[in-house]
């Protein structure tokens, strides 16, 4: 059970509240609320006791500082407690529990003065303890490491591995999803049985989604490295083989893929999944698959499956290179499957690298579950110091929200307009859940990667302890769990000092890391064993060299004590600025709906003001049109008409001469299963011109709305422009942006009913809209 780490009361004069022995103690005296703040997120249910509790009372969980109140269509999380003797209970679903970082009790009406004692969070945690470990010089990416096996952690259910969230249906394993969760508890847990309970339980429930199936081939692989079981691996062939040869079957054919990830460049989930980029994607996930299982193949000693998918690959990617520039089309998702396939040469890897993972913006995807394929493919390319880059962009900036889990969907722009711990975006993911397993693959890269501890051989027979620390990280340290003990490893490359201790039946291949200095000598246990040249010694049986490592290899069980001494300094890391292809020009607060001589003086578009979805239309030559898209029903978002014949000015005029009467409309979305709550505008142009076009929203009937922007490349559907947040906009609000191409505008909900857009609005680059506006940041 869990005390509130602190509260904070709506209404100060109407509680008492009182600190003893035995915890809180409140005395409510009049209405009002009572907020509780846990400290982190968790999977537990809300109760509290009262021997005298009188009126009418509600409580709250949510994982945000703001419950979901009855405004939001979004599942509701505010009820009447159930009694229990002097017990009150908020029950949400049949088995109590949901993701609560702060809790509410809700004081509506009451007769006399009454007492709640002992507020607590009554969680539900599965008992797997911290095998591995991991800590370095930036004390970030620890924490990260961390936050990422606690995500894990207070999602293990039952048998498997699902989520907290049970809004959409998520309380389950999804074969897919599943995948980065057992990466990351292979190597903070080692808990073996229960991933092998969850390879049972996903390995014939892809949900119909293509690329799930693969990504459970490459979660039994990983299965098999970790812990050598050929039986289990052996049972499952018929399994993955199917699997594959599906795969092979339906390569190049565009097949209907359901679903490849939740950012934009991949069909935004559920709405475009079957897009080029998402295409190419898959076939280069297939190529992986073939080649990881034909490796683990091997070394079952099935060589006639080896033979069989190593095959498959080979054919595959020869047949791409008939033409020259076959990957010249990828972008960010599909070049790294396409990396991560390690069959590219390195002209192939330095194109895809320039073309798609320099950019700080848009080489952060927007799932952190995909983003663990691109930091796999960012280390392949031998690019730690922007793969970390990434990683304190992506999942470092989840902490500085507030974050004790990791999220579903995030970007690091969201920081610059949310508040700690307020509500964030809901897109087309539905209600956004801030604890979601699926994205905790980053601690496994930490580990493999930074640490550098990775198994060669099935049941880590022969391992891999090769720490890539770039630019900015100085020290490292950390434990790997192996069925055979620990692998532990520490490196400090400022001091030299390093430590490895191999259990025991294991062999490995130790990483001496160069950061770009000169290696004078390296010894083990005091004697000398590299000074320019292998001596000959009774630890190591080879050493090699590259261009960044000097390899011990040969290395057997046992306690190693390493001094490295440096000659020179590690270049210092130059961090890349942040830059936007979009600008947002001005947020406006004071103009409402007399747009007229100052929006619009090229072309506009009035929502919905004819009623029945038809727009007053007047576009510029050089637009060619302007659509929408919602998913499902008609493809369209829906429309309202709040008011007609009006003369408040909230209202758009309309034209330009900002006349009466005025009709107050909207177009909006938020379908009651939660897959259409956003929808999107696109701004087609014929060619290349500077323009502006301004947004319009209005919270008309004063619902507390607030709107998330984000704005896209039409042709890339690159994020070209931090995401804005547009509140208080009961007066009405416009937002303006400055581009030259096509855009695409995603309207999304973070507050109230739905989100509402009015109007937009396009005018010439250089006429100057800076009125006196009230900004937000």
């Known amino acids: 059970m869990l005390k509130p780490k602190c509260w904070s009361f709506s209404t100060r004069s109407n509680f008492v509240a009182e600190v003893e022995n035995d915890g809180l103690h409140i005395g409510v005296k009049g209405t009002g609320d009572i907020r509780f703040d846990f400290g982190q997120n968790n999977a537990g ?7 005298d509790l009188n009126g009418a009372v509600e409580m709250s969980v949510s994982e945000f500082n703001e419950p979901l109140m009855a405004l939001s269509t979004f599942p509701k999380k505010t009820m009447v407690p159930k009694k229990h003797g002097n017990t009150y209970r908020l029950e949400l679903n049949p088995e109590l529990y949901e993701g609560v970082q702060y809790g509410w009790i809700h004081i509506r009406s009451l007769n006399k003065t009454w007492h709640i004692n002992n507020v607590r969070l009554v969680c539900q945690v599965r008992p797997v303890n911290y095998k591995g470990s991991f800590s370095c010089s930036d004390t970030l990416l620890t924490r ?3 936050t990422g096996a606690y995500t894990v952690k207070l999602n293990l259910l039952k048998d498997y591995f699902g989520a907290i969230l049970i809004d959409r249906s998520d309380r389950y394993s999804w074969t897919g999803d599943a995948h980065p969760s057992q990466a ?20 014939d429930q892809s949900n119909g989604i293509r690329s799930y199936e693969l990504y459970w081939v490459l979660s039994l692989i990983d299965y098999y490295y970790h812990t050598g079981d050929a039986k289990t691996v052996t049972s499952y062939i018929a399994n993955a083989c199917k699997k594959m040869d599906d795969a092979f ?13 939740w950012d934009e460049r991949l069909g935004a989930g559920f709405e475009h999944p079957d897009n080029k ?29 080896y033979n069989k998918y190593n095959t498959y690959a080979s054919e595959k990617i020869t047949a791409l290179r008939n033409d020259s520039r076959w990957y010249e089309d990828f972008g960010l998702h599909a070049g790294a499957d396409a990396v991560n396939t390690r069959l590219l040469s390195l002209i192939e890897r330095k194109f895809i690298y320039l073309k798609s993972f ?12 995909n983003q663990y394929f691109i930091i796999q493919a960012f280390a392949l390319m031998d690019k730690y110091d922007q793969a970390i880059g ?14 004790s889990t990791f999220f579903e969907v995030y970007r690091p722009s969201w920081n610059a307009v949310i508040g700690r711990n307020s509500p964030v975006p809901n897109n087309q993911c539905g209600f956004t859940s801030l604890c979601h397993p699926w994205g905790a693959g980053v601690t496994k890269w930490l580990s493999e990667e930074v640490l550098g501890i990775r198994p060669t051989a099935p049941g880590f027979e022969r391992v891999d302890i090769v720490p890539h620390l770039g630019r900015s990280i100085t020290n490292v340290a950390g434990t790997m769990p192996t069925p055979k003990g620990e692998v532990r490893a520490s490196f400090n490359v400022l001091n030299g000092q390093c430590s490895i201790t191999i259990p025991q039946k294991t062999i490995a291949r130790i990483g001496i890391p160069k950061v770009e200095k000169n290696i004078v000598s390296v010894t083990v246990n005091n004697k000398v064993i590299w000074g320019k040249k292998h001596v000959p010694n009774e630890y190591v049986a080879s050493v090699s060299q590259d261009d960044s490592f000097i390899y011990l290899n040969g290395v057997n069980s046992g306690h190693y004590k390493i001094f490295i001494h440096y000659k020179g300094n590690t270049p210092k890391l130059v961090d890349v600025p942040v830059n936007y292809a979009a600008k947002c020009v001005q947020v406006d607060k004071l103009t409402g709906g007399n747009w007229g001589g100052k929006y619009g003086k090229d072309g506009y578009v009035l929502c919905n003001y004819l009623g029945d979805g038809k727009d007053i239309q007047q576009l510029p030559a050089y637009v060619s049109s302007l659509t929408y898209y919602k998913k499902n029903g008609n493809t369209l978002p829906s429309n309202n008409i709040w008011l007609t014949n009006t003369t408040d000015d909230r209202a758009l005029a309309p034209d330009s001469k900002n006349g009466f009467p005025r009709s107050a409309t909207c177009i909006y979305a938020m379908d009651t299963d939660q897959t259409g709550i956003t929808y999107t505008v696109t701004v087609n142009l014929k060619q290349e011109k500077d323009y502006k076009i301004s947004l319009y929203f209005v919270d008309w009937d004063d619902k507390a709305r607030e709107t998330a922007v984000e704005m896209f490349d039409e042709a890339s559907l690159k994020l070209i422009a931090p995401v804005k947040v547009i509140k208080d906009m009961r007066r009405g609000t416009y937002i303006t942006y400055a581009y030259n191409r096509s855009a695409r505008f995603r309207i999304n909900i973070v507050r109230g009913p739905n989100a509402t857009l009015s109007g937009l609005f396009i005018d010439p680059a250089n006429q100057s809209t800076m009125l006196p506006t009230k900004k937000e940041s």
């Open 390 to 403: 990434s990683i304190k962009d992506l999942w470092g900036g989840q902490i500085a929200y507030g974050g």
């Open 249 to 261: 079957k339906v390569y190049n054919t565009n097949p209907s893929l359901v679903f490849y990830g």
């Open 358 to 369: 320099t950019d700080p913006v848009n080489r952060v995807s927007y799932s952190p579950f």
């Open 45 to 51: 249910w809300l109760e509290f006791d009262s021997p």
């Open 277 to 305: 980029e998402s295409q190419n994607a898959y076939k280069m996930l297939s190529i992986r698959a073939w080649v990881e299982f034909a490796k683990a193949m091997k070394a079952l000693g099935r060589m006639d499956l």
């Open 144 to 146: 990260i490491w961390y």
């Open 184 to 203: 990351a508890s292979l190597v903070a847990f080692g808990n073996y049985e229960m991933v092998k309970q969850n390879l049972a339980h996903t390995s």
